[in-house]
């Protein structure tokens, strides 16, 4: 005769669900950093199109939901990943507030200066939490998140740089390619995982 099944022995993946691998630290951090590269992307799209992009609420808000999805992702990945847990849970959310408050400003609900307050103060707690859990291991582990602290705080800068000037090709083309090189810093970090 069978054994009883038992609710905790049912809900095992439920209350181990950390201890299970669906995706390991490499591959976590490839799609990561193709999310970045991807956002990149479609930002200079948005700046080599101009107003055209606008028109379709969907283009719209590209960016901000692949962002809110990245961070949501995070929040997925520190529940799965056992390394670093608590840093992908504090950086998802500055992502999911960033582009939520990107999608706000788009949709004209409150001004950008209050989209960029989200979006730069979440870039720099994920600056300083790399630099406060990710700085210790081999030079070239070391090295590449410190690059990626570099590229964040680049990005964030040029965030506020490009604000100033909405319209401008040129500053939406220089922050599209930080978030680029901070795909690409992303990608790399995956192979010294």
Same mark, same amino acid.
């Given at each position: 005769?069978? /054994?009883v099944l038992?609710?905790?022995?049912?809900?095992?993946?439920?209350?181990h669900?950390?201890?299970?691998?669906f995706?390991e630290? $490499?591959?976590?951090?490839h799609?990561f950093?193709?999310?970045?590269?991807f956002?990149? /992307?479609?930002?200079?799209?948005?700046?080599?199109?101009?107003?055209?992009?606008?028109?379709?609420?969907?283009?719209? %808000?590209?960016? *901000?939901?692949?962002?809110?999805? %990245?961070g949501?992702?995070l929040?997925?990945?520190?529940?799965?990943e056992?390394?670093a847990?608590?840093?992908?849970f504090?950086?998802?959310? *500055?992502?999911?507030a960033?582009?939520?408050?990107?999608?706000?400003?788009?949709?004209?609900?409150?001004?950008?200066?209050?989209?960029?307050?989200?979006?730069? $103060?979440?870039?720099?707690?994920?600056?300083?939490?790399?630099? %406060?859990f990710?700085?210790?291991g081999? $030079? *070239?582990v070391? /090295?590449?998140?410190?690059?990626?602290?570099?590229? $964040?705080?680049?990005?964030?800068?040029?965030?506020?740089y490009?604000?100033?000037?909405?319209q401008s090709?040129?500053?939406?083309?220089?922050l599209?390619?930080a978030?680029?090189a901070?795909?690409?810093?992303?990608?790399v970090?995956?192979?010294f995982?």
């Amino acid at each position: 005769m069978p /054994a009883v099944l038992h609710f905790s022995s049912l809900a095992w993946p439920l209350l181990h669900i950390g201890d299970l691998r669906f995706i390991e630290p $490499a591959e976590s951090h490839h799609l990561f950093g193709a999310g970045f590269l991807f956002i990149g /992307a479609v930002m200079a799209l948005e700046g080599l199109s101009g107003r055209v992009w606008h028109r379709s609420r969907l283009r719209t %808000l590209t960016f *901000p939901a692949i962002l809110v999805l %990245l961070g949501w992702g995070l929040i997925f990945v520190s529940a799965v990943e056992p390394r670093a847990r608590v840093v992908h849970f504090s950086m998802a959310f *500055p992502m999911i507030a960033g582009g939520w408050a990107e999608a706000r400003s788009r949709l004209e609900d409150f001004p950008r200066k209050y989209a960029d307050v989200f979006i730069v $103060a979440g870039i720099g707690a994920a600056g300083l939490e790399t630099l %406060l859990f990710h700085l210790t291991g081999p $030079a *070239p582990v070391v /090295a590449v998140h410190v690059s990626l602290v570099v590229v $964040a705080v680049a990005v964030a800068g040029l965030r506020l740089y490009q604000s100033a000037r909405q319209q401008s090709l040129a500053r939406s083309l220089l922050l599209s390619g930080a978030v680029m090189a901070l795909g690409a810093a992303t990608w790399v970090d995956a192979f010294f995982q």
